[in-house]
C-alpha cells in the first residue's frame, strides 16, 4: 500500500505500477485530488484498528507512507500497526527546507502568537485549510492561500482567500506579495519545489518569515528523501 497525496507519492506510484501490485490510498479532505495512476481508495482507515483489519483483508504485504509531512496522525498510525504486524514499513519524506533567518514555531497556535507579538499586520497565511482557526481572532489583515475553502467560521475577520494549487513560480510569488504589501509569510515546513518560490520572494523583499517545524516521526521508523531510493526498497523486498 502507498500512503498518497503527494507529488512524491504520485511519481512513485508512476514508477511501481504496473510492475507492482500497489493500491494507493488518498485521505479525501481535498475534494478534487491528483489521482496517481493506479488502483486508488479515498478516506480514513477509522483509526489503527481500522487500518490493521484492511491490511489484513488487502492482503497488504508492505507499507511506504508517502503522506505530507505534516500529517503525523496517519504515520503514528502506519508505524504502529506495521511494527506490530511485523510489516515492511517506509516513510518518503521529502527534506525539509533550510528555515535561514526565520522565525521557528512548534504550532499554528504558536505562529498566530508571533503574529500578534511582532505586531504584523499583512500575512500571506499558507499553512492550509485547516491552519486557519488559530488566526481567527486576529486584527491583522490575512492573505490566505489553500487548495480547498476553509470553513468561513475559522476565518479571521480580515482576508482575502485565493484558492489555488501548485507548483508556484517565484516571479509570480513576488508579484502577489508585492501587489497585498504583505509584511510576514506564515507558512509550514513542508519542503520540497511545488511551493518553494515563496520564501526565496520574502526573502527578496525582506519580508519576515514564521515557519512551523514539522512533527517528529515516530521513533525507528526507517525513512528515505527521493523517489527513486523508495523505489529501490520495494524493488528489494520482492
Known sequence: MLLGGTAEAR???????????IISSLAGRVPDPVLPVG????????????????????????????????????????????????????????????????????????????????????????????????????????LIRAVTAPD????????????????????GELALLREHHIDALVTKNSGGDMTRAKLDAAAALDIAVVMVARPQLPAGVPTVDTVAQAAAWVAALR
Open 39 to 142: 488502483p486508488v481508495r479515498v478516506g480514513g482507515f477509522g483509526g489503527v484498528d481500522g487500518l490493521r483489519r484492511w491490511l489484513g483483508d488487502q492482503r497488504i504485504d508492505a507499507v511506504v507512507d508517502a503522506t505530507h509531512p505534516f500529517a503525523a496522525t496517519i504515520t503514528a498510525h502506519a508505524a504502529q500497526v506495521c511494527a506490530e504486524l511485523k510489516m515492511p514499513y517506509l516513510v518518503l519524506a521529502r527534506p525539509p527546507w533550510d528555515p535561514g533567518a526565520a522565525i521557528v514555531v512548534d504550532s499554528d497556535a504558536q505562529a498566530a502568537e508571533t503574529v500578534t507579538q511582532q505586531r504584523f499586520q499583512r500575512i500571506f497565511l499558507t499553512t492550509g485549510r485547516f491552519g486557519t482557526q488559530a488566526f481567527a481572532d486576529s486584527t491583522a489583515w490575512f
Open 11 to 21: 511519481a512513485l506510484a508512476g514508477r511501481l505500477h504496473p510492475r507492482v501490485d
Open 152 to 171: 468561513i467560521s475559522v476565518l479571521p475577520r480580515r482576508h482575502r482567500l485565493l484558492l489555488s494549487r501548485g507548483p508556484y513560480r517565484y516571479q
